[in-house]
């Protein structure tokens, strides 16, 4: 199984070494970035498993990086998260394609969980996705179509 990476952004350093060193106390490999554009940039040489993104930093915000995330990656889970937690934010996280919100101050424990969740969600997406294109494959050389070269 390939190793899983996990990025997390945000503008806070607190919260990223925090971040930071949970996963790697749960054997998660992590990250870290202090902007959005660093990350987007990043996706240019790597791909996470997995991201959780502050909504609130200077420059490019959160819900943006979730939008430009999911049109490059659509099936990468985001974790929003955010010290203004309202309902509008949590509404337009999920509408944007969020796979969970987080609002701060937040559990250690919870936040873990809901990381596990979201590679575990990711691992099952791909897992689906293989066997189905591998179904397709083995369909088309079946086909009678193939076997009389059509």
């Known amino acids: 199984m390939s190793k899983e990476t996990v990025w997390i952004i945000d503008d806070d350093r607190s919260i990223r070494l925090v971040l930071s060193k949970v996963l790697q106390q ?3 490999t992590e990250q870290s970035f202090s902007n959005g554009e660093d990350a987007l940039n990043a996706l240019k040489h790597s791909t996470p498993s997995a991201v959780i993104c502050d909504i609130r930093m200077p420059g490019i915000d959160g819900l943006q990086v ?3 995330l999911q049109a490059r990656q659509p099936d ?3 974790i929003i ?5 309202d309902l509008d934010s949590a509404v337009n996280a999920y509408q944007s394609g969020a796979f969970e919100y987080l ?39 079946r086909s009678p179509c193939y076997a009389r070269g059509i």
């Open 26 to 28: 749960a054997g998660i």
């Open 76 to 78: 990468l889970p985001v």
């Open 103 to 141: 609002p701060k101050p937040f559990d250690i424990d919870e936040a873990l969980s809901v990381i596990k969740k979201s590679l575990t969600a990711r691992n099952i997406s791909h897992s689906f996705k293989q066997k189905h294109r591998y179904q397709q494959h083995r369909h088309y050389w």
């Open 81 to 85: 998260m955010t010290a203004h937690s």
């Open 66 to 68: 979730l939008e430009k």
